[in-house]
């Protein structure tokens, strides 16, 4: 049962204020998120993280990491810097770039690190790097009954116990909240080079992405998309390493772009293109629009093959499309109009699950009804065993955001 | 005895009788893996051929709650498909086949007991590998690699067996099967196969998987540098490192190995020298050309007695040979080793490894460093003679001073091995009490009975006392353990 805001007995230092949001906690370190998390569980408080999280219960209480922001330790001699995670990967950057390092992550600059750790969203910088969580080499981590566990640090490869990263990253702090991250970083590219391609025909468009993911070695990204404001498709490319490769690179794409006309094409698109297009890539990003985000999830070849689905999903045509090469997953995004009901969208999970795929909902509107607790359930009996195991041994108070059955940015109360 | 009987009846009902060891000549066999100074037997040993029968297995033992540890083919080091609390052994060696390979989505769908290099073998002519090669892989499963998430030579640059994992089949200690992942890489929820990859078979049995596989480069290239102080030869490791260079392999061998591997295999590598790297360059001709050029720039900026590059295929199959052979090369001098898999943060290297020498001089035994460096995974081979007591506890000693070493300076207990039985009592050196427990709660998750290869990874009750001496003559004797 959800109490109200009963703290007093947390340190001094632990700023809490409340504003039109309600009560927010914002600790100044690890020991006191643990005092915090300790008390909330004495007191029956739920606790949620900002950014990123599934809606606000009431009386629950905002946790603000924002004064858990610093760069704490970089170590260009091991390619690895350790930062709090409250900190915003625009500032991380920052911090990084004069050195002449960066996080080789592609996603809004003002989203800060806990959340992407939490949520792990797709973003198009899979294709070269994997997910985030592949960069994390170690974490610090406050548990849901305010214990605290260091896993990893500064070292590549780590099979000392049970790889706890697994636990508290991509779970939308359930069972913890990270609040210090060692990541690998890397230098500057010696040269990077942005492209960016239109194409009306979705046939065209796919026909060039395939080739282009087929015969450049390790783009940086590569990406196909399609947004109800951009109309038509785009091909997003970056290559980035030594100068003359991604000369040589930058030629074969041009070459597999010929034949559209010059005005859709840019063969120099830069910095500016991708700090447009990232940020309106992330879709579960709390500063997109609200709408309805599928995941869906199948083997690559298969993907490639999205437009022959809608001869059984003709709802699909009124979708934003965002296709990062290689990743294993796409999403599928409806804006204000045009969603698709939720018998067709089990319609589609089913067509997706015959093909040993799943989909997703990550972000849903306000007004969508959906059980989507339901929806992303994993239909395995055995899992869901250890769901429930895993929130009773980590979030022993319910105090932390129970997810699992998965409920999405954004959700209100079920239908 | 009873409970025994009755389990060994039922095991012999799943498999059949042919597919039931229980005879004492039979179990001498799998009475140790490849971490020789510990050896105990099983109680019984079976070997199903499919995910139905792991199950029903499992289930069997839950019901006679008797324990259960799974083997592939006892290439471990640190003892991980030992019975050090007695029970069934699960052998995997039966479940060989390779599925199918996707050179579409270059994916392979494999059973735990396919060889490591099998899969190479029938995916090369498709232009693809599969990029985790443990030193062992001649002889190691794929489900081991799983269970151990195990590295190899060329993991600098792929990644360990994890980055190459996308989905398993799994038994549960419960004896349920569970599907994570997929072909697709992804999860619906938190990432089991993360957890479930390098857990060492206590949180569950992998009998399916589905892995990863690579684009053979069009070009790779191996170059042998030499340095009189192995300070400049850690320096460079760095440096590589840090220019962004990525090599596909970059391994430190110390001039005992290269002399001892010369005498064994004569390779002819440099011997009146601190140390020797191997750096291999992968990927497409323009990139290996550039690369090679900057790492010959690179290289001449630090004392580097020489430099070489592999003149044919003939002589870089040679050098990557003698350098997964060192070991082997070893049992010429003694019969065995005692081999420690720390990882530290690569600038790290230099001070460690002159520890490393210094407390192979305090404890009088033979130190070999074949290793890792661009990893930072080091693997100080400490030479012994298992009949010689006296020797075992002076190794036994100076490599629980090696891992205090590494700890100190930011690094962990294993890189590629696992913890264990081997390395069990030294997890309280890393870990603090509180964060131990809240590790635990995992294994509790999965397996509330504590029947999935109980006794690894955590110390355990009997040994806490002795956690501060390692894995003491005294304790492997009073555990019935063999030395």
């Known amino acids: 049962m959800i109490k109200p805001l009963v703290f007093p007995f947390l340190p001094s230092q632990v700023e809490r204020i409340q504003d039109e949001r309600g009560w927010l906690v914002r600790p100044d370190s690890t020991e006191a998120l643990q005092q915090i998390l300790k008390q909330a569980g004495v007191t029956h408080t739920a606790l949620y993280p900002e950014w990123g999280t599934a809606s606000v219960a009431p009386q629950a209480i905002l946790l603000d990491m924002s004064r858990l922001a610093t760069v704490i330790r970089l170590r260009p001699e091991e390619l690895m810097v350790t930062v709090q995670t409250g900190i915003t990967v625009g500032a991380l950057q920052s911090a990084l770039n004069p050195a002449g390092y960066y996080l080789p992550y592609a996603t809004s600059p003002n989203r800060p690190l806990y959340s992407l750790l939490a949520d792990t969203p797709l973003s198009l910088s899979e294709t070269a790097m994997g997910p985030l969580s592949a960069s994390v080499t170690g974490i610090r981590v406050v548990v849901g009954d305010g214990a605290c566990i260091h896993y990893g640090g500064e070292v590549v490869k780590n099979v000392t116990g049970y790889d706890l990263r697994h636990l508290f990253m991509g779970t939308h702090h359930q069972y913890g909240i990270v609040t210090q991250a060692t990541l690998k970083i890397a230098p500057i590219p010696e040269q990077t080079h942005t492209m960016l391609f239109f194409s009306e025909s979705t046939a065209d468009a796919l026909q060039r992405f395939t080739h282009m993911g087929q015969q450049i070695a390790a783009p940086r990204i590569l990406a196909l998309f399609r947004t109800k404001m951009t109309f038509g498709w785009h091909i997003l490319a970056q290559v980035a390493g030594y100068r003359q490769t991604v000369q040589e690179q930058a030629q074969r794409l041009s070459q597999l772009a010929s034949g559209l006309p010059e005005s859709l094409q840019n063969w120099d698109a830069g910095d500016k293109t991708m700090a447009h297009w990232v940020p309106r890539l992330d879709w579960t990003n709390e500063e997109e629009p609200d709408g309805l985000v599928l995941r869906v999830a199948l083997p690559h070849s298969d993907l490639l093959a999205f437009d022959t689905w809608q001869k059984a999903f003709p709802w699909m045509d009124g979708a934003d499309v965002c296709l990062p090469w290689g990743t294993g997953q796409m999403l599928l995004r409806w804006i204000s109009v045009n969603m698709p009901y939720a018998t067709e969208l089990d319609s589609f999970k089913r067509f997706i699950q015959d093909q040993n795929g799943f989909v997703q909902i990550v972000r849903v509107p306000s007004h969508y009804k959906m059980d989507v607790t339901q929806f992303n359930q994993d239909p395995q009996p055995a899992v869901q065993t250890w769901l429930k195991r895993l929130d009773t041994q980590y979030n022993p108070h319910g105090i932390l955001p129970r997810i699992w059955p998965a409920a999405p940015t954004g959700a209100k109360e079920l239908v | ?483």
């Open chain 2, 1 to 483: 005895m009873g409970t025994l009987w009755g389990l060994i009846k039922s095991l012999e009902s799943i498999v059949g009788k042919a597919n039931v060891l229980a005879s004492p000549e039979e179990l001498a066999v799998y009475e140790c893996d490849a971490c020789v100074l510990i050896k105990t037997q099983p109680d019984v040993v079976v070997l199903p051929a499919s995910t139905e029968e792991v199950a029903q297995i499992i289930k069997a033992c839950n019901k006679a709650h008797v324990p259960f540890v799974a083997r592939g083919a006892g290439t471990g080091l640190s003892g991980g498909a030992l019975t050090t609390e007695g029970g069934v052994l699960i052998g995997l060696a039966r479940m060989n086949r390779i599925l199918s390979i996707d050179t579409e989505n270059k994916t392979a769908h494999v059973q735990p007991g396919v060889v490591n290099v099998w899969l190479n073998d029938a995916t090369c002519s498709h232009g693809l590998f599969y990029a985790p090669d443990p030193s062992s892989q001649a002889a190691c499963t794929l489900g081991g690699n799983i269970a151990e998430n195990a590295g190899g030579i060329h993991c600098v640059k792929y990644g360990v067996t994890l980055d190459h994992t996308l989905g398993l089949t799994v038994v549960t200690p419960e004896g349920d099967v569970v599907k994570t992942g997929g072909a697709h890489g992804q999860h619906l929820g938190p990432s089991w196969t993360g957890l479930l990859v390098g857990s060492e078979g206590t949180l569950g049995i992998v009998t399916e998987a589905v892995v990863r596989l690579v684009p053979v480069p069009q070009a790779i290239r191996v170059y042998q540098a030499a340095f009189a102080r192995m300070e400049d030869a850690a320096e460079v490791v760095s440096s590589i490192m840090a220019d962004g260079l990525t090599p596909s392999a970059l391994e430190l061998i110390d001039a005992f190995t290269a002399k001892t591997v010369n005498a064994a295999f004569h390779i002819g590598l440099p011997e009146d020298v601190d140390a020797v790297l191997l750096i291999e360059l992968d990927g497409d001709h323009i990139s290996v050309e550039q690369a090679g050029s900057r790492l010959i720039t690179l290289l001449n900026r630090f004392s580097v007695s020489q430099i070489r590059m592999a003149e044919d295929e003939t002589e870089r199959l040679a050098l990557w040979k003698a350098r997964k052979g060192a070991v082997s090369a070893y049992g010429r001098i003694l019969p065995a080793f005692y081999i420690h898999d720390c990882v530290v943060p690569r600038s790290q290297l230099a001070p460690l490894l002159r520890q490393i020498e210094t407390i192979g001089q305090k404890y009088d035994v033979l130190i070999g460093n074949v290793f890792h460096a661009g990893d930072g995974n080091l693997h100080p081979n400490i030479l012994l003679d298992p009949n010689d007591a006296d020797m075992v506890g002076r190794v036994m000693a100076a490599g629980k001073e090696i891992l205090e070493a590494c700890l100190a300076v930011g690094g962990v207990l294993s890189g590629e091995h696992g913890i264990g039985v081997e390395k069990a009592e030294f997890m309280p050196l890393q870990f603090t009490e509180e964060e131990l427990a809240v590790m635990q709660r995992l294994k509790t998750v999965f397996d509330p009975q504590q029947l999935a290869n109980p006794g690894k990874i955590f110390p355990t009750p009997q040994r806490c006392g002795e956690t501060r001496a390692g894995l003491s003559l005294a304790t492997l004797q009073a555990g019935g353990l063999w030395v």
